[in-house]
Nanobody
Framework: QVQLVESGGGLVQAGGSLRLSCAASGRTVSTYAMGWFRQTPGKERDVVAAISWSGGSTYYADSVKGRFTISRDNAKNTVYLQMNYLKPEDTAVYYC?????????????????WGQGTPVTVSS
């Protein structure tokens, strides 16, 4: 059974950077599409970025385009989210997700595997 573990969250000032990691264990996720989602209290879990199994295709929410970069290292079974120029509105719990289909989708319900989440707080 695949387990996803996120790390790298924390407190950062506006304008700063963080790099989130999502390490998969139990089996390879090299054929899985992966996504990063975020959620704030009382709101739905929204897609931030997604990447195809090969890394050849990526998707970004409009709110993070030009600031965030998703990447993957299939040899390390790990997906990353580099977050630059962070804003207070980026504050949320960030979740890593995987789906067995290799193509990008941006709907949370299409992802069958989820990590426990890592909190990101951006102070103004």
């Amino acid at each position: 059974q695949v387990q996803l573990v996120e790390s790298g969250g924390g407190l950062v000032q506006a304008g700063g950077s963080l790099r989130l990691s999502c390490a998969a264990s139990g089996r390879t996720v090299s054929t899985y599409a992966m996504g990063w989602f975020r959620q704030t209290p009382g709101k739905e879990r929204d897609v931030v970025a997604a990447i195809s199994w090969s890394g050849g295709s990526t998707y970004y929410a409009d709110s993070v385009k030009g600031r965030f970069t998703i990447s993957r290292d299939n040899a390390k079974n790990t997906v990353y989210l580099q977050m630059n120029y962070l804003k207070p509105e980026d504050t949320a719990v960030y979740y890593c997700a995987a789906r067995t289909g290799g193509a990008i989708v941006v709907v949370a319900s299409e992802y069958g595997l989820w990590g426990q989440g890592t909190p990101v707080t951006v102070s103004s």
